[in-house]
């Protein structure tokens, strides 16, 4: 039997869990598996370029399981009423290649990209960080704030975005945190006096939605809409300041902001890979004049800790709906008998 994950199935499991918790237990898995870094078989992901858009692939594997999420990112899809970006994604035993469960990814890549984004966070931002300047409202946002909730004694949200109805958006969903939600009249205002920038904006291609003038020493920049060629958010400049540390050099190559050096120069500059510093084979902040960056691009070891996560939880609150997706065959040679022609 299949674990068939919907988003209402998700949501109830989340909220069974609860929220800070499912987000503190993710941020432990993702660690772990981090951790585990050199026992994983994994490539950059497989992208497709489509007009307006990407399609990808994002397959990954261990001894034991194997998972692979599809995903898009459409920049254009808000204006005819449709989400960004959009997933489904599959774990499967290893050992006979069965799958365990199917699920919808939309909102689990909007859990694990906040989970991962607030571990690099807690690796690189300063401990007395407590204003965040979150550029982008969009599907992510939300995730993100409270991700960093749970990692940090955040007391302040400056917020910007160029859609109006995407800023009052977010702040209806906040409204019953306890956090100071201050509404900006541009990005740089929003930057002014914080101390994590979160820049998740969507826009298929360079764009300078950060610019070095504005970045201050001390600040942490996670940056998450640049991960695709040609698309990046931050000003080149800002790079050569900071501390940079990717999920994956191959991948973060293509996708990153990183994509804007050269492989040499980007070997030189980047730090670290982030499993570098979840293991201690490296140091995150090392100052509070450090200048530094989380150039995420999304990386299927980031899917693989989320289904495998969720998919114990179902389990154990028995969630999700079992079916039977394999033909239940008495010969399993005798597929044809299925059929029943
Ligand atoms: P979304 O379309 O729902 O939201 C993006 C928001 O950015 C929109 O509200 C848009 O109005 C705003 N925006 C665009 N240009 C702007 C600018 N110059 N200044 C301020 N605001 C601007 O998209 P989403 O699902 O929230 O995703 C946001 C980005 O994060 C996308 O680029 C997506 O590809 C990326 N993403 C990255 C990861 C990762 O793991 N790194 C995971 C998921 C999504």
Redesign the pocket.
């Known amino acids: 039997m299949i674990n068939l994950l919907s988003p209402e199935e998700l949501a109830k499991l989340v909220k069974r869990h609860g929220f800070d918790r499912y987000i503190l237990d993710l941020i432990d898995v993702l660690k772990e598996d981090f951790s585990r870094w050199n026992e994983f078989d994994k490539i950059p992901r497989l992208a497709f370029h489509v007009p307006d858009g990407v399609i990808e692939l994002m397959p990954i594997a261990d001894k034991k399981l194997f998972s692979f999420k599809y995903v898009n990112?459409h920049?254009k899809n808000?204006l005819f009423n449709k989400?960004?970006?959009v997933a489904t994604g599959q774990l499967s035993r290893i050992e006979d290649g069965f799958p365990l469960m199917f699920s919808g990814m939309t909102i689990p890549?909007?859990l694990r990209?906040a989970a991962?984004s607030a571990l690099a966070s807690d690796l690189l931002a300063r401990k007395d960080a407590r204003t965040i300047a979150l550029?982008?409202?969009?599907?992510?946002?939300e995730f993100q704030v409270l991700a960093h909730k749970v990692i940090r004694d955040i007391k302040t949200v400056r917020y910007?975005?160029?859609?109006a109805k995407?800023m009052n958006k977010f702040a209806n969903n906040m409204r019953s945190s306890d956090l100071e939600l201050i509404a900006c009249d541009s990005?740089e205002e929003a930057v002014k006096g914080s101390d994590i920038i979160i820049v998740?904006?969507?826009?298929k291609q360079h764009?300078d939605?950060i610019l070095n003038d504005w970045v201050r020493p001390g600040m942490h920049i996670n940056g998450?809409?640049g991960?695709?060629p040609g698309?990046t958010e931050v000003e080149l400049s800002v790079l050569d300041r900071a501390k940079i540390v990717v999920e994956f050099f191959d991948q973060s190559l293509i996708e990153g902001e990183i994509q804007r050096y050269s492989r040499q120069k980007a070997e030189k500059k980047v730090y670290a890979e982030l499993w570098q510093l979840i293991t201690g084979d490296k140091v995150g902040r090392e100052h509070d004049q450090e200048i530094t960056l989380f150039d995420?691009?999304?990386f299927a070891l980031?899917d693989f800790s989320i289904l495998r996560f969720t998919y114990q939880l179902c389990q154990k609150y028995h969630i999700g709906e079992f079916v039977d997706i394999i033909p239940p065959l008495q010969d399993p040679k005798d597929l044809f008998s299925i059929l029943n022609v």
């Open positions: 990112g920049p808000p989400s960004t970006v890549t909007a990209t991962t550029i982008g409202t969009g599907a992510q946002s910007y975005d160029i859609d995407a990005n998740c904006t969507a826009c764009v939605v998450l809409g991960d695709c698309k995420s691009v999304g980031e």
